[in-house]
């Protein structure tokens, strides 16, 4: 089993709005991974947790702060956010290194 | 630094007709070189790795890449498009980075019936 979930698949918000983005994967792995992707774009690095823990942070500004609950979970908090953070939002897993990452489906950002 | 390069943005091929989509990469060290499929409003979907060994690659839904050292290149191909294949295709690395995977600018594909 390779999936990645995640939750909501669509999402609307205010710029004044707090709102989450939740991902979770039972797959055991280690490292779990926030990508922004605009149309058309590849997919943006944003942060990498390994372990539980923050290893990478891509400069994002900090209306967006992510969260590691446990090894299965990972959510990202979104606040006063702009309407061109609008965007793809793809979460991933691997167990960590050089290994395989996997992709959800993304939650699709709207900010108005 | 790590790098790979798409150098088509897209690439029409008729059904039934041979698919291959170019990639090329520039990394340090020994790299690992990633395929990935995206269909409209879908995440990535991953198709093929290259770590070490066999030049041939074989993945998913009958697409295979070619490893060449001396070309510095990593390029997808399946022998017969289905309409089907008409999608975004990424190509990444992640090279001696890690964790850290960089993606090419994408290939769209488009098989025509």
């Known amino acids: 089993d390779t999936e990645v979930t995640q939750t909501p698949k669509h999402l609307v918000m205010g710029m004044t709005n707090k709102k989450s983005l939740k991902c979770e994967q039972h797959?055991?792995?280690?490292?779990m991974y926030w990508y922004k992707q605009k149309a058309k774009k590849p997919p943006e690095l944003m942060f990498v947790?390994?372990?539980?823990?923050?290893?990478i942070n891509e400069s994002v500004p900090s209306r967006f702060s992510p969260e590691c609950p446990n090894s299965s979970l990972l959510n990202l908090h979104l606040h006063a956010l702009q309407p061109e953070d609008s965007a793809l939002y793809l979460c991933?897993?691997?167990?960590?290194?050089?290994?395989?990452?996997?992709f959800g489906p993304g939650t699709r950002l709207l900010v108005l | 630094a790590q790098s790979v390069a798409q150098p088509e943005d897209q690439v029409n091929v008729a059904e039934g007709n041979p698919l291959t989509v170019k990639c090329t990469y520039s990394v340090s060290g020994n790299p690992y070189l990633f395929w990935y499929v995206q269909y409209p409003n879908r995440g990535l979907q991953f198709l093929l790795k290259y770590i070490t060994g066999d030049n041939l690659v074989k993945g998913s839904y009958g697409f295979e890449a070619e490893f060449n050292k001396s070309q510095t290149s990593f390029h997808l191909k399946k022998p017969s498009a289905l309409v089907s294949d008409s999608a975004l295709y990424f190509c990444?690395?992640?090279?001696?980075?890690?964790?850290?995977?960089?993606f090419g600018g994408g290939t769209r594909v488009l098989v025509k019936p």
């Open positions: 991933a897993s691997s167990r960590g290194g050089l290994e395989t990452q996997y």
């Open positions: 990444a690395t992640n090279g001696a980075a890690g964790n850290k995977l960089t």
């Open positions: 797959m055991g792995h280690r490292a």
């Open positions: 947790y390994s372990y539980e823990k923050l290893s």
